[in-house]
């Protein structure tokens, strides 16, 4: 099959590009998997995961490139994932750390104010009970 210079060019970038997407699936991944320390657990996780990235980037090449895979389309595939990794992925890591942060900072603070103003209802409706029965208390002792 002739490619035309265009073609060819087309197909490299997509498969560069596919594996900057798996090197940036692999650091999402990365920062998820550190959770868990069962090596049985581990050992699934890692092959679910690279069965979703071959899902994704076959379906990303399906779309960008009809999936037309050649020896080189592999090497190219490498190339952009070991670029990535090199030069990208460090940021990408303290950027996605930074999201962690962030969401668990949000979900802290609003656990914190949730169960104040849930404590601040439960001290409230007790402290009536409390008055009712010392009220109560004192019109059965008339």
Known sequence: MILSTTSQLELLLYNILAGVLTGVLFDVYRSIRGMCNNKIIV????ILFWIFAAIIVFIFLFITNYAYMGFYCYIYIAFGLFVYLKIVSKYFLNFINKIKKAIGKILRITV???????????????KKRKKNKK???TLNKK
């Not at 949730?114 to 001290?123: D, E, R």
């Open 135 to 137: 009220y109560k208390n």
């Open 112 to 126: 914190n104010n949730v169960s104040y103003i849930l404590g601040l209802f439960t001290y409230t409706f007790s």
């Open 43 to 46: 050992f699934i996780q890692d």
